[in-house]
């Protein structure tokens, strides 16, 4: 019973206490925000837009035989580089050479009875003059004179298509270029039209093709009828290990039409290829510059907070600040271009912003000018 009345004097004495301090409510004041500020200023801003691409080469040809026989002879060896009209694949060529013998022989018959028929009909033309034969046989002889003309004018022909076939048992290089690996080995069959031999592609310079939105057609357009220079980096290439290509490339056309599926148009830009680092079906990243307008709001990516897909910054009004909802444009890594939400001169919170919440009050720091000083242009 001693216990419970002790309680209860404690209690009063604690409630009086706190009456006399200010009544049942406790007030509390928090400390300021430290922030650091940044102005809101317009600049240009350089950035590549990224598009994934493949390498192919500017000439590319399939290597088939254009006459029918055994593989006999191989020149090269795979992957080598060759120059036009070296010797290559050499098809069994005796059939050939005994076809074109044959021809040979039967344009020199064809021709001795041309010979024999022109002397009969010179001699019978003598002989009709002095009306010593009679018509019917000069007629005859004329005749058989055209018939002798036109078997030479055929055996000449077909010597012509069996010499033909027998160049062609021989397969030479078309242009200069790179070729792979045999499909083919020594005593091989090929078949006229169908066996697919090998592939050749020239490699300096190599094209890279890549897919543009419909709605960029204008941009690329204006790209390409522009003279580019031999140090424009305007197209700059990743290779696979993302390593940037030393070599800019310039571009030469865009295709003839829009793909109705895709909504896309292919560009090709021409690369050299002094190393021979870049080979057909290569995939890769092309890298394509581009220039902000002159009056584009640029703001640190880092005074920008997401809640549920809006953007928002916060704004300092005195010495408090106030949430403002932007609009965010191409981000540059550490800059982002705002396209709307911001008017220059304004000025917002960069580093501290974690800590503030809307009508937050605020202590500006002093900032070591590395936001102030930061280049909009971004590669």
């Known amino acids: 019973m001693k216990k419970k009345i002790v309680s209860l004097g404690l209690l009063i004495v604690v409630t009086l206490i706190i009456s006399s301090c200010g009544g049942n409510k406790v007030q509390q004041k928090f400390p300021p925000t430290q922030v650091t500020a940044y102005e809101v200023k317009t600049g240009v801003a350089s950035y590549y837009d990224d598009y994934p691409a493949s390498v192919v080469a ?69 002989l009709a003059k002095k009306n010593a034969i009679a018509r019917q046989v000069l007629e005859h002889s004329q005749a058989d004179l055209e018939v002798a003309k036109m078997q030479v004018a055929a055996a000449d022909e077909n010597v012509k298509v069996v010499q033909t076939n027998l160049r062609y048992s021989t397969i030479t290089a078309p242009f200069n270029g790179t070729i792979g690996i045999s499909s083919v080995k020594l005593g091989s069959s090929v078949v006229a039209g169908q066996t697919l031999l090998n592939t050749i592609s020239s490699d ?14 204008g941009r690329f357009t204006e790209l390409l009828n522009k003279k580019a220079s031999p140090s424009d980096s305007t197209f700059t290439l990743v290779l696979p290990d993302q390593k940037v290509y030393p070599y800019p490339g310039y571009i030469t056309l865009l295709d003839r039409a829009v793909d109705p599926l895709t909504g896309t148009i292919t560009a090709r830009v021409v690369f050299p290829n002094v190393k021979n680092l870049l080979r057909p079906g290569l995939t890769c990243n092309i890298r394509v510059r581009n220039i ?64 503030l919440r809307n009508n937050s009050p605020i202590q500006i720091m002093p900032s070591a000018g590395s936001q102030n000083s930061e280049s909009p242009d971004s590669k």
């Open 58 to 126: 500017l000439n590319q040809v399939e290597i088939r035989p254009e006459v029918s026989g055994y593989i006999s002879d191989i020149y090269f060896n795979d992957g080598q580089y060759v120059t036009k009209g070296a010797k290559l694949y050499s098809i069994d060529q005796q059939q050939y050479k005994a076809a074109y013998e044959q021809a040979m022989a039967n344009l020199n018959v064809a021709k001795a009875n041309l010979m024999k028929a022109q002397q009969d009909a010179d001699r019978y033309n003598e």
């Open 292 to 355: 902000s307008p002159a009056n584009s709001i640029l703001i640190p990516y880092i005074a920008v907070s997401e809640q549920m897909g809006e953007y928002f910054v916060y704004l300092i009004n005195g010495n408090k600040v106030s949430e403002r909802k932007v609009k965010l444009g191409r981000n540059l890594g550490k800059m982002v271009i705002v396209d709307s939400g911001l008017t220059p001169g304004e000025k917002i919170v960069v580093e501290g912003i974690e800590k």
């Open 204 to 217: 300096n310079p190599m094209a890279v093709d890549f897919p543009v939105e419909e709605s960029q057609i």
